[in-house]
């Protein structure tokens, strides 16, 4: 089955600097990769998301890059702001399972 | 508000006792899925039903099953329980049609067992 793993488990960064997440996924064949951001206590919010075919996308602070050769995806918050401090996840699919990666804990500092 | 209800939101038990978890999906999304969250765990998936019928299945313990019923609403029985059953155990919906795989979670059933 499709493995997802996923760096760094945590991260720390100042506010307004720039956060990245990385993930890898081993199928070749999975071919959406979305990003969900929980907060402490809440459910998974789906904050952007990527297909296969497209190598780019871009929602204001927020930016998801794949590379289908290497297999890996990326998320990239830009100007990070108190608020952005959650647990994200990314995830593959490969027809009907979406398997999550293992998350990163992004801290932003004031 | 995701539009995907889960019941109970909090749940306590015993070790050996047997438990039913409750989903309603956002209105018109045929696909159901569960998902197991440990304490600063991931999202385990555990089983996916699409319009009634079983579509993919995870980690899924011998001991827990689910189903799907005519009015898509869902249900995940877990039994025989143990004391590492205890988790946060999400509930998703989509509306799994065409390219439309975008997952909606509900607010998540706490799982204790004592």
């Known amino acids: 089955g499709e493995n997802v793993e996923q760096h760094p488990s945590t991260l720390s960064v100042q506010e307004g600097d720039s956060a990245v997440i990385k993930c890898t996924y081993s199928d070749s064949a999975s071919n959406y990769f979305p990003w969900y951001k929980q907060e402490l206590g809440k459910r998974p919010q789906l904050i952007i998301d990527?297909?296969?075919?497209?190598g780019e996308k871009k929602d204001q602070r927020i930016a998801v890059t794949l590379n289908k050769t290497a297999k890996h995806f990326s998320l990239h918050i830009t100007e990070t702001q108190p608020e952005d401090s959650a647990v994200y996840f990314c995830a593959a699919r490969k027809d009907e399972k979406l398997t999550f990666g293992t998350g990163t804990r992004l801290t932003i500092i004031p | 508000d995701s539009g995907v209800t889960q019941t109970p939101k909090h749940l306590i038990t015993a070790t050996g006792q047997r438990v039913t978890l409750r989903c309603s999906p956002r209105s018109g999304d045929l696909s159901v899925y569960w998902y197991q969250q440990s304490l600063d765990q991931g999202l385990q998936f555990l089983i996916q039903?699409?319009?009634?019928?079983?579509?993919a299945k995870g980690n899924i313990l011998e001991r827990f099953s689910a189903q799907q019923f005519p009015d898509l609403h869902s249900e995940l029985n877990l039994s025989s329980l143990e004391l590492g059953d205890s988790a946060l155990y999400f509930c998703?919906?989509?509306?799994?049609?065409?390219?439309?795989?975008?997952?909606?979670f509900g607010s998540g059933t706490q799982l204790s067992v004592l």
């Open positions: 998703a919906s989509s509306a799994n049609r065409g390219t439309n795989e975008k997952l909606f």
């Open positions: 990527i297909r296969s075919n497209v």
């Open positions: 039903y699409y319009n009634g019928e079983e579509r």
